[in-house]
């Protein structure tokens, strides 16, 4: 092994030989030779094997051949290792520079053909875009240099290395090395080459950097060039074609501002990009420029002077099958995705995304908060002891990351903030990055977290803060100590803008509370709203030994130690589907606020600078869910931050059905991201009659009975339900279990101040220490009388004296099945219970129950904290398609105040049901599933549900929150399902 080699792997330099200072990512004329395609690869156990691989004249023939950009974990069906999946946890020992010899080390070899006119270059550079984690290159058999940084653009000088003609490139990659300690981002340790590499050309004269930095101040734009390049490369011309300028620098003295009139401004909403060119007589760089202006007065933080609210997603870069190889098509789409679910900003977490991601950023709109490869969250179990981010010897590889980060994305305009890292401790080496960058950035605020004191930032950023908290970081005169602050400091951190840089942890079913959040944004102007963890699941596809397709998380590949399910956590599934929870967050920070008074609508605009002349309002009137009147309604244009009340239209309210209005605000036209129609806010009002629910009939006469009759379409042995409409029925059993989800396994110690869990103890812990996971039933008592049947069971577990009085009463009402249930729990429960409903199992017959139409609230699953989404309607789906494919099989599928319902078996109805409020106007949930909760609770992936063999419906009193305790708070108090009584109330009519 060549020493200097060996060294490097456990040296926390940043990178040596040819390598050169960073500079921006150009669109330039120059010639290039991209090197993406089939490389020969070798793979070795240890980073101790000869190097003679790099020689010119080296055989590889018995090498395989791999593709680059690529994750050699990924490619070869596990013949060069395995992903790893760690949040905190190094996977390695914590021996800081060290990393074992056990250390996989990838060869890769590839002829390029220089042409002969390259002779005239005056130097050739190879740029890597992306390498995890540490590379050295050889050309043509001499060692050109080394570098580490994976998400980081490194350029090495090559030009005393190549010759006309054909030339072998040699890289070797270590997957582990002393950057690896910088690299602990709760994500897939993936290594290998997974960005471009290319042979790039400059020209005698040509152009090294260019940064045209911009602003934006009341029509006029103002440009600031900075413009590297050697004196010959002058005269320098810049030009703007769509704003008539051209402007000529004879010298690099004569550099300097250019004013621009009649420009209109880039934002997220608006995102005015003009055409730039930046030439020399050899080289043209070709840049969108985008006009505006970022400041921070007092504690608002702006752009363009108007105060931004960041409605946004943490987003790392992954794909099921590439990893973080870049694909542009779908990397688009993605940034679409986030458009039409009124996502407006993005935290590149936790390091530089590929380049291009950001032109797309500018031209979609997005505010970006660009985030340096930086986070050593492993030191946290040793008290930060050893911490790079504070130690002098690793100053030099975190200021390259910075610089390089900054460096290579500055002329974007939608990146409005620079983050130096995430979790990362704290200590003077932040502190110097952060230096580094307002010397070069002053037109841009920096961000970390981790600066709880605000020594060296110019934001207050905090994550999973709970709602009465983010409420007194908000509140003028508050004080109520912040964390890790002392009074002093926590007086100066309300002084600056706040936001979340992580909040509503999306991790399976949930989070709950969005709107909680959201609501304190316009509440109190110093928050600045936050940016979810986060937008999408990093499932790995995988099969199974029978060829069965799953998404593999943390464990599924053998891992010594991982951090299991936790990367799994997004308002996108793996494959691309939206989750309920995105449909959640799109309703709730939608930009287009409504709010009915009396025959009048208030129509709020609460967009940053976009006026609403690009939407259309539409309004419908629906009866029991069926459209009977609709039209546009006549809106004046709302100018950003303006309101407008206007009247409603007509509507003709039902006497015998609900009567709801629905508005729509949709695109008036086609967009980049979503065609016309597209919904981006809607609202309902109920306008409905006042109705009262049937009363219960009194019922006399009752007798102890065997329980064995017919009472209209149901059919009673021993007191319980074994058909149905003519079809074989089990139950209705109590079921206060629900298959816990994420944040129901959850033990984070925030719980909103809740005596509804336990801190430190999870509620599905909890929930199977009181057994309601495998509750059995006593049959207490069996009585009949003329058409009606009662039961009385106690329901209990093992090992609890705990129980709950369950009485059932079966009765013939006008032409229909009546069942009322009465719950009543036992004095002695101590926690939050996850339902109180009845399950009903439909075994399978000569056609299964397949599908279900429903009235009520949809189409997407909804909670009691979740519930923004949902609206008033008629609705259908196919039993498969009624939850969610969660790669953590969990509670999914529950639809709120159903009003009625109808089983379907292969296209046929089977039966109908009508579900009347209580007592108290509360309606019931339901679910429908192939599987019961005890079965979906085993399950750690959907392939290792069993094989099923009935159709389960459940219909409940009321449902526990989802909250977001896998990491942040606990379901709100409000939201919190405690054990009480709950009486539902169903009718069973036959089909047909």
Not at 245 to 272: C, F, K, L
Not at 543 to 552: M, N, R, S
Request: charged share 25%.
């Amino acid at each position: 092994m060549h020493s200097s080699t060996f060294r490097h792997v456990s040296d926390t330099a940043p990178g040596r030989g040819a390598l050169r200072a960073a500079r921006a990512w150009l669109h330039s004329d120059a010639p290039r030779i991209p090197l993406d395609g089939n490389w020969r690869f070798r793979l070795s156990p240890t980073a101790a094997v000869p190097e003679d691989f790099a020689a010119e004249g080296y055989d590889d023939g018995g090498w395989d051949d791999i593709p680059v950009p690529s994750h050699w974990v990924l490619q070869g069906d596990g013949a060069y290792g395995r992903p790893i999946y760690t949040n905190v946890q190094y996977p390695f020992p914590i021996d800081p520079p060290h990393v074992p010899d056990e250390n996989p080390t990838g060869d890769y070899r590839r002829h390029v053909e220089l042409p002969a006119a390259w002779s005239d270059a005056e130097r050739v550079l190879l740029r890597f875009d992306g390498v995890e984690s540490l590379f050295t290159v050889w050309v043509n058999g001499e060692e050109v240099g080394g570098a580490a940084g994976s998400r980081l653009a490194h350029e090495f000088d090559v030009t005393a290395y190549v010759r006309p003609g054909d030339n072998v490139v040699a890289l070797r990659v270590h997957q582990w090395s002393a950057a690896s300690y910088l690299e602990d981002q709760d994500q897939w340790w993936l290594p290998g080459v997974f960005r471009e590499v290319t042979l790039l050309a400059r020209p005698a004269g040509g152009i090294d950097d260019v940064w045209l930095r911009t602003g934006f101040d009341g029509g006029r734009g103002r440009i600031e060039p900075e413009i590297t390049a050697g004196p010959e490369a002058f005269p320098v011309t810049l030009r703007l074609p769509g704003l008539g300028v051209e402007q000529v620098w004879a010298t690099p003295a004569d550099v300097a501002p250019v004013d621009v009139e009649g420009v209109h401004p880039w934002s997220a909403e608006q995102p005015r990009l003009y055409d730039a060119i930046v030439s020399s007589a050899a080289e043209s760089i070709a840049l969108r420029v985008g006009f505006r202006t970022v400041e921070i007065r007092g504690d608002r933080f702006l752009v363009n002077g108007r105060r931004v609210v960041f409605h946004g997603m943490n987003r790392h870069e992954t794909h099921p099958e590439r990893g973080r190889v870049f694909d542009e098509a779908h990397a688009r789409e993605d940034l679409a995705r986030m458009k039409r679910f009124n996502v407006n900003a993005i935290r590149t977490s936790h390091y530089p995304p590929h380049p291009r991601l950001l032109d797309l950023a500018d031209e979609l709109g997005f505010w970006v908060v660009l985030e340096c490869d930086l986070e050593t969250h492993g030191f946290d179990k040793l008290g930060w002891a050893g911490n790079p981010s504070d130690d002098p010897a690793w100053r030099a590889a975190c200021l390259d990351r910075i610089e390089r980060t900054v460096e290579r994305d500055k002329n974007h305009p939608s990146i409005v903030m620079w983050s130096l890292g995430n979790e990362a401790g704290t200590g003077g080496n932040l502190a110097a990055m952060s230096a580094w960058v307002h010397a070069r950035d002053t037109g841009r605020p920096v961000h970390y977290e981790g600066d709880h004191a605000g020594e060296y930032t110019d934001v207050y950023s905090r994550m999973y803060a709970s709602v009465p908290e983010t409420e007194q970081i908000g509140t003028d005169g508050s004080t109520t100590p912040l964390l890790n602050c002392t009074p002093a400091q926590g007086a100066r951190q309300r002084t600056r803008p706040f936001l979340h840089c992580e909040y509503v942890h999306a991790m399976g079913n949930g989070p709950g509370a969005i709107d909680q959040y959201e609501a304190l944004v316009h509440d109190h102007p110093r928050l600045h709203g936050g940016f979810v963890w986060e937008w999408r699941d990093h499932g790995i596809l995988a099969t199974t030994e029978d060829g069965t397709p799953y998404y593999a998380y943390g464990g599924d590949f053998g891992e010594v130690v991982h951090d299991g399910n936790f990367v799994m956590d997004g308002m996108l599934l793996s494959d691309d589907v939206p989750t309920p929870s995105l449909h959640e967050y799109k309703a709730v920070v939608q930009p287009i606020r409504f709010a009915f008074d009396g025959d009048e609508v208030e129509i709020g605009n609460l967009r940053h600078s976009a006026d609403t002349s690009d939407l259309t309002l539409r309004w419908r009137v629906e009866h029991d869910g069926t459209r009977v009147d609709g039209g546009d309604l006549d809106v004046p244009v709302v100018p950003a931050g303006g309101s407008v009340r206007v009247p409603l239209p007509p509507i003709a309210v039902s006497r015998d059905a609900e009567t709801w209005l629905t508005l729509d605000a949709v695109l008036a036209a086609d967009t980049a991201w979503a065609p016309a129609g597209h919904v981006v806010a809607t609202a309902q009002l109920d306008r409905s009659a006042p109705r009262s629910a049937p009363a219960v009939r009194p019922v006399t006469g009752w007798r102890p009975s065997e329980g064995t009759l017919a009472l209209g379409i149901a059919e009673f042995a021993g007191g319980s339900l074994v058909r149905l409409a003519g079809r074989v029925v089990a139950g209705p059993r109590l079921e206060l279990f629900r298959a816990p989800t994420d944040n129901d396994k959850g033990a984070s110690e925030e719980v909103e101040g809740s005596d509804a869990s336990v801190p430190g103890v999870s509620n599905a812990d909890l929930w199977r220490r009181d057994g309601l996971d495998r509750l059995t039933t006593r049959r207490v008592s069996v009585e009949a009388t003329q058409g009606a049947l009662r039961t009385l069971d106690r329901v209990s577990a093992a090992d609890s004296a705990l129980s709950v009085s369950v009485e059932s009463v079966w009765s013939l009402v006008d032409d229909a099945l009546e069942l009322r249930v009465e719950i009543e729990p036992s004095r002695g429960w101590s926690t939050v219970w996850p339902r109180i409903g009845v399950r009903l199992a439909l075994p399978d017959g000569a056609a299964a129950v397949d599908g279900v139409a429903w009235f009520g609230l949809g189409p997407f699953e909804s909670y009691p904290d979740s519930l923004r989404a949902a609206r008033t309607g008629r609705f259908a789906s196919t039993v498969g398609d009624f939850g969610v494919d969660y790669a953590r099989p969990q509670e999914t599928g529950h639809r709120s105040r159903v009003r009625e319902l109808t089983l379907t078996a292969a296209g046929s109805e089977v039966l109908h049901l009508t579900a009347l409020p209580d007592t108290q106007g509360r309606r019931p949930g339901f679910s429908l599933s192939r599987h019961t909760p005890q079965q979906i609770a085993r399950a750690g992936h959907p392939h290792e549900l069993p094989p099923s063999t009935a159709t389960h419906l459940i219909v409940d009193a009321a449902q526990h929150g989802l909250g977001s305790r896998a990491c942040g708070p606990d379901v709100w108090p409000e939201f919190a399902l405690r054990p009480e009584s709950r009486t539902i109330r169903l009718r069973f009519t036959a089909a047909g």
